[in-house]
C-alpha cells in the first residue's frame, strides 16, 4: 500500500516539539481517539522507548506494538509498530522543519512494511481511515502544544 502523509504547523520551536514527540508516553494524549489502554516500557525517550496500545472500537482485542529505532535531534523520528496478531508491520516517521517566520513544520509519513490481506484487499478504505486518525493526531498535538 502507498503511505500515508499529514502535516500540521505549530506555533513552538522545533527544538521543543522534538522533545515532546520523543518521550514516547506523550504519544497516548494525542493518539487515544483511536489507540487506549496504553503501556510503556524500555526507556521514556529515544531509541528503544517502546509502547503498546489497544484499538479503539467496538469489542476490539487488536494490539499495536510500537517502538522507536532512530531518533535524529531534531530532525526526524522513526517508530516501527507490529498489529493484527502480528501481520501489520509499520514504520511511522515524523519529521520536523523550521517553518518561515517561527514555529515548527511536521509532517508524519505511514508507511505499510506489510499488511493482513483484509487491508491489502481495500487500500483505500484503509488509506483514508489512517488519513483521518492521523490527521485529527497531529491536530490534537498543534492544540496539546500550543495551549501549554
Do not use: C
Not at 18 to 42: C, I, Q, R, T, Y
Not at 57 to 65: F, G, L, V
Not at 76 to 85: H, L, M, P, S, T
Amino acid at each position: 500500500m502507498n503511505p500515508v502523509t499529514v502535516t500540521t504547523s505549530i506555533a513552538r520551536r522545533r527544538e521543543e516539539v522534538f522533545e515532546f514527540l520523543d518521550d514516547l508516553s506523550n504519544h497516548a494524549g494525542f493518539l487515544d481517539h483511536f489507540l487506549v489502554d496504553w503501556e510503556f516500557s524500555g526507556p521514556t525517550r529515544g531509541v528503544g522507548a517502546k509502547g503498546a496500545a489497544r484499538v479503539s472500537a467496538p469489542a476490539s482485542q487488536d494490539w499495536t506494538e510500537f517502538e522507536v529505532i532512530e531518533s535524529d535531534r531534531p530532525d526526524r523520528i522513526v517508530e516501527e509498530g507490529v498489529g493484527a496478531k502480528g501481520k501489520r508491520h509499520t514504520r511511522g516517521t515524523y519529521y520536523l522543519s523550521d517553518r518561515p517566520g517561527g514555529g515548527t513544520d511536521v509532517a508524519f509519513k505511514l508507511e505499510w512494511l506489510a499488511a493482513p490481506r483484509t487491508e491489502r484487499l481495500v487500500p483505500p478504505l484503509s488509506r483514508a481511515f489512517i488519513r483521518r486518525s492521523n490527521g485529527k493526531a497531529l491536530r490534537r498535538l498543534k492544540k496539546q502544544l500550543e495551549m501549554s
